[in-house]
C-alpha cells in the first residue's frame, strides 16, 4: 500500500525543498495526503508547491501556515524562488489560518497511517502538536530533516537552518511523544551533493523536474553545488536501508546566553529519538532518480 504523507515545507528558498517535492510526487509508492507551507511568505511558497502539483498533474491541498517562529528574529522572510511562478501555472489563493487544523483533521481521519514528513523551520509542526495534543500520538511517524548531530569541531558553526530559524519550535517538536520519531542531520545531509552542471543536465531530461530548475536558476546564483539534504529524508522513508541510524535523545538549546539553535544529541538505546549516521550515497540517488524513470 503506498505510504499516506503529509508534508510540510518552506519551499522557495533553498532549492532542496522543490528538489524533494517533485520526488513525492512522482513516486508511485507516495500517496500524498497535503502540502502546508512555513517560514516568511508563506502564501507564495504555497503557490511555488501548488506549480509543482499542476505539472505532476495531481489535485493536493496545499495550506499555507505560519510565517513568523513561535519567538526570535525572522531570519527566512522571502521566497525567492517566486519569482518563477510568473512562468508556472498554480493556484493563486489558499484558504487562511488552515494549515495546523488540516493536518490535526487528516492524521486524525488517519489515524496510525501517516508519515508528517517537516523539511522546513518546525513552527507549524510545535503549533500543530500544542494545540492538538492527540495527534503526536496518532502519526505512524514524524520524520524531519533538521538539526547537526557531529560532534562539536572547533572553529564550525553547530547549528542546523532549519532548527536555527525556529529553536522554540524545534525545542517542543522534540519533546513530543511519537510512535517514530527520526532526524536527518546536516551532518549526513551534506553527503549527498550534486554539481549544479550535473543537476541541469539531469533535471532537464524530466517534465516535472524542469520547473525544479527553473527554480533552481534563481538559487545557483549562489553555491556551485545542490546538496539533496531534504530529498535525503524523503527517499529514506520509503527506503530506510539507505541510512544507518543511532537511537537516544535530542535537546535543543533555546537560551539566548547559549548556542540558540543547536542541537544536542545523547545517544542511548531507549531514546525516543532516531538519527541518521551515515548514507549510502550512490543508493540515494538511485533511488531518487529512479521514481523519474531513470
Known sequence: MPEKVLLDTDIGSDIDDAVCLAYLLANPKCELLGITTVSGQPVERARLASALCRVAGKD????????????????????????????????????????????????????????????????????????????????????????????????????????????????????????????????????????MADVRIRFARHGLLRPVLDMAEVWFTRPQNVVFHDPLAAVALFDPEVCNYQRGKVSVETKRSGAMGVTTWSQGANGPHKVAVSVDAPRFFRGYFSVFGG
Open 60 to 195: 493536493i491541498p496545499v495550506f499555507p501556515g505560519l510565517g513568523a517562529p513561535l519567538s526570535g528574529p525572522q531570519r527566512q522572510p522571502v521566497a525567492e524562488q517566486a519569482a518563477v511562478l510568473i512562468r508556472w501555472p498554480h493556484q493563486r489563493d489558499f484558504a487562511a489560518d488552515r494549515a495546523v487544523d488540516f493536518m490535526a483533521d487528516t492524521v486524525r481521519a488517519h489515524a496510525g497511517q501517516v508519515t508528517l514528513l517537516s523539511i522546513g523551520p518546525m513552527t507549524n509542526i510545535a503549533r500543530l502538536f500544542q494545540a492538538h495534543t492527540d495527534v503526536p500520538g496518532k502519526l505512524k511517524a514524524y520524520i524531519a530533516m533538521g538539526g547537526n548531530f557531529a560532534p562539536p569541531q572547533p572553529g564550525k558553526r553547530a547549528e542546523e537552518w532549519n532548527v536555527y530559524c525556529d529553536p522554540q519550535g524545534g525545542a517542543a517538536v522534540y519533546t513530543a511523544k511519537v510512535a517514530s520519531h527520526t532526524s536527518f542531520g546536516v551532518d549526513v545531509t551534506m553527503q549527498v551533493r550534486m554539481s
